[in-house]
T-cell receptor, first 115, second 112 residues
Framework: AQSVAQPEDQVNVAEGNPLTVKCTYS??????LFWYVQYPNRGLQFLLK??????LVKGSYGFEAEFNKSQTSFHLKKPSALVSDSALYFC?????????????FGGGTRVLVKP | DGGITQSPKYLFRKEGQNVTLSCEQN?????MYWYRQDPGQGLRLIYY???????QKGDIAEGYSVSREKKESFPLTVTSAQKNPTAFYLC???????????FGQGTRLTVV
């Protein structure tokens, strides 16, 4: 079975400071990893993904994520947070070697960026 | 414009009634998904479909049913057997692994 854990329910950061949102995963095969952001009463917006190759992935709105196979982690980062980055962030995983397309999400982390 | 459309945005249902949530996509995606989101919680997979006329149960399929008669459409029926149906429902689609899934704007279902 595949699973995702986001250990922090909420992350608070001051505007201009670095932002990190943690994610660890478990899959049997090779992981396909994704980050999404959700604003209130809206659907999820895709930020970035890791499939293969370079462990540092760059995505939308200045976000990046680092894949660490030994730690089974895929933490989301932004060097300088903006107030507008305040939202709910989800990490997701798909097993690249499984027959199906099942996509499993973590519990989400609420990010609050204070001016 | 290509995208995923969920309707209605808000839905109210009386206890004991079945209700169907619509999800349509014009992205020509093969895979479609239904997720449930409760306040302060993550997304839980209800059902997913990889191709037309085929679908699989997710983690919380009890009390729900789906159909996939057309590639563009993946309606979700919340039956009276679902004990706690009030939630935010999200539909998504993707071409398939390893592509990202794209989401609709959601339907908020409230049982009154």
């Amino acid at each position: 079975a595949q699973s995702v854990a986001q250990p922090e329910d909420q992350v608070n950061v001051a505007e201009g400071n670095p932002l990190t949102v943690k994610c660890t995963y478990s899959v049997s095969g090779n992981p396909y990893l994704f980050w999404y952001v959700q604003y209130p009463n809206r659907g999820l917006q895709f930020l970035l993904k890791y499939i293969t190759g370079d462990n540092l992935v760059k995505g939308s709105y200045g976000f990046e994520a680092e894949f660490n196979k030994s730690q089974t982690s895929f933490h989301l980062k932004k060097p300088s947070a903006l107030v507008s980055d305040s939202a709910l962030y989800f990490c997701a995983v798909r097993d690249g070697q499984a027959a199906g397309n099942k996509l499993t999400f973590g519990g989400g982390t609420r990010v609050l960026v204070k001016p | 414009d290509g995208g995923i459309t969920q309707s209605p945005k808000y839905l109210f249902r009386k206890e004991g009634q079945n209700v169907t949530l619509s999800c349509e996509q014009n992205l020509n995606h093969d895979a479609m998904y239904w997720y449930r989101q409760d306040p302060g919680q993550g997304l839980r997979l209800i059902y997913y479909s990889q191709i037309v006329n085929d679908f699989q149960k997710g983690d919380i399929a009890e009390g729900y049913s789906v159909s996939r008669e057309k590639k563009e459409s993946f309606p979700l029926t919340v039956t009276s057997a679902q004990k706690n149906p009030t939630a935010f429902y999200l539909c998504a689609s993707s071409i398939g692994a390893p592509r990202a899934a794209f989401f609709g704007q959601g339907t908020r279902l409230t049982v009154v």
